[in-house]
């Protein structure tokens, strides 16, 4: 199953190191025609979850570095320059090398070398992705208990806003009824509240039936039993594209608007989420410039922080760009809504 070759690989990728220290890994997925993972994103026109090659990524240097991969993390930048489909061959390259700490030194957070882990990724010989992921170094400070996400008193209520008082807003009906995730790749629960064009309270429940852990032994130490970084990620992604498009919804892909993924800025998985938890993902419009969504938030487990996100670019295009072929020159000058590079950076930024 392709879920087993992104979020575990079977064996550490080619190693090499440079004479100044970096190491470079280099790897390969190929990605099933049919696979069960690809038949909820999207039906009808199946394409690789953008955060599950994160989640790739980040496995290939957690095993590199003999790291913990349910550590925290920050997930400073993922540029996604064209979708990755079915059939497709993807190529990994990842360089780590050592970095200053991300922030001053301090009497809890002593001056030791973080770890960069820069990837490039090549889908049937075109870029497809680049993602930069920061591992801290020296021992984490766990994220301590926090009042629980929702409202402002710490409580959380569960009435939701909607223009339609005839269907509750947060049932999966809805959610189904708005984007094109499905099942085994629809993580979003319940909408528990939402206020269309400002903000977005929704709810994951994780369970030991996730496919993430089918094929674990039962011997498997109690670490490997996290959630998925790229699956927390992506969760929180698909509240964000709801409320993206609660107002303007399209469950297909085949016709209207297709909300792509465009990029992530900024990103920190705080502290690991395991079986038995509900995960609330908070989640805010940044800029609503139309096509394009900026959007940022964060998630509590438990009332702990378990994610902090700090940028989040979907782009709104039309079904078409799906169904265009790549240009095959791979110079990577198109991005995965059909916008250039230099449209693509300054959506980024948030300068519009």
């Known amino acids: 199953m392709l879920i087993n070759q992104l979020f575990d690989p079977p064996e550490l990728p080619d190693r090499t190191v440079e004479q100044d220290g ?28 953008g955060l599950f090659l994160v989640q790739h990524v980040h496995a290939l240097a957690s095993t590199a570095l003999e790291r913990r991969a349910d550590l925290p993390l ?7 320059l064209r979708p990755v489909r079915a059939g497709e061959q993807v190529l990994v390259t990842v360089r780590l090398t050592s970095a200053g700490p991300a922030g001053p030194a301090g009497p809890d957070t002593p001056a030791t070398l973080d770890t960069l882990a820069t990837a490039e990724l090549r889908a049937d010989g075109q870029p497809a992705a680049e993602f930069r992921i920061r591992y801290p170094g ?24 909607t223009g339609d008082a005839t269907e509750p807003a947060g ?8 984007i094109p995730h499905r099942h085994p790749v629809l993580l979003v629960d319940r909408v528990v509240e939402v206020e269309p064009g400002s903000r977005l309270l929704a709810r994951k429940a994780v369970t030991a039936a996730e496919p993430c852990y089918a094929w674990l032994d039962d011997d498997a130490p109690a670490e490997r039993y996290a959630y998925p970084a790229g699956q927390l990620l992506e969760s929180w992604a698909q509240a964000a594209v709801l409320l993206a498009c609660w107002q303007r919804p399209n469950p297909y892909v085949l016709t209207g608007k297709v909300a792509l993924l465009a990029a992530v800025k900024d990103s920190r998985v705080l502290a690991a989420v395991h079986p038995g938890q509900v ?11 139309g096509d394009t969504v900026i959007l940022g938030g964060s998630s509590t487990a438990d009332g702990r922080p378990v994610l902090a996100v700090g940028q989040f670019t979907v782009a709104l295009r039309g079904a078409e760009v799906l169904r265009a072929e790549p240009t095959g020159d791979g110079t990577g000058d198109r991005t995965a809504d059909g916008s250039s590079d230099r449209t693509d950076d300054r959506t980024n930024d948030g300068e519009g």
């Open 22 to 49: 970096t190491v470079l890994l280099h790897g390969k997925v190929g990605i099933p025609v049919t696979d069960p993972l690809l038949d909820g994103h999207y039906p009808g026109f199946p394409l690789v979850p």
């Open 74 to 80: 920050v997930l400073e930048k993922a540029r996604f």
């Open 138 to 161: 020296g021992t984490p400070v766990q994220a301590g208990p926090t009042g629980t996400a929702g409202t402002g008193d710490g409580t959380t209520t569960d009435t939701t806003t």
């Open 171 to 178: 049932t999966l009906h809805r959610i189904k009824a708005t």
């Open 279 to 289: 995960v609330e993902h908070q989640v805010r419009i940044v800029r609503d410039l």
